[in-house]
């Protein structure tokens, strides 16, 4: 059970707050939901109680768990490549795995679309996941590090710092 006021990670919405728990009329019956407010785009989620776990709703990651993502998001070893993988169904894969809940899934989409920028350039639908897949682990990875959420993101770009151009590459500090 997740109390008031702390920070838990809905699926494919990312970083939210726990702002109450109340109990309303669902379809006849009193239930009990979480009110959850997205900390990105102020969006306002009821999730029920009983059914939290199920629609993925879990706790941020700790520090511990949030240096695993950024070293498996480092290791290369078990990238394939997308060898000519139909870009739907990848696209439907992709989809599936930013609504897990589960950060490794994510982490993946993210690793995986990197890598295939190595090999060709990445249409609009495949910029649009890598962002949104960057989006959610750079927020996560914000408050699992306790670092802003552009220094999480520039954490994470300087791991494919070999595989951006120039444009996208992170600014560097010059002092």
């Known amino acids: 059970m997740f109390s008031v006021g702390e920070l838990v990670v809905y699926p494919a919405q990312g ?9 309303q009329d669902v379809g006849g019956a ?9 900390l990105t785009n102020n969006v306002t989620l009821m999730v029920p109680v009983n059914n939290a776990c199920s629609v993925g ?25 997308y060898s000519g993988q139909n870009w739907n169904r990848r696209y439907r894969e992709y989809s599936e795995k930013l609504k897990s809940k ?32 960057m989006g959610l682990i750079s927020m996560e990875l914000s408050y699992a590090l306790n670092v802003d959420q552009s220094q999480a993101k520039s954490k994470v770009e300087a791991l494919f710092s070999d ?10 500090n010059v002092e």
């Open 15 to 23: 970083v939210g707050k726990v702002e109450r728990i109340e109990e």
């Open 30 to 38: 009193m239930t009990n939901l979480y009110i959850v407010r997205i």
């Open 57 to 81: 709703l879990r706790p941020v990651c700790g520090s511990e768990q949030g240096q695993e993502i950024l070293n498996f998001l480092s290791d290369r070893s078990d990238f394939t490549g």
């Open 102 to 133: 589960d950060i490794i899934d994510v982490a993946y989409v993210l690793k995986e679309l990197f890598l295939i920028s190595r090999d060709k350039e990445l249409s609009f639908g495949e910029r649009r996941l890598l962002e949104q897949s």
């Open 163 to 172: 595989i951006l151009s120039p444009a996208v590459q992170p600014e560097k």
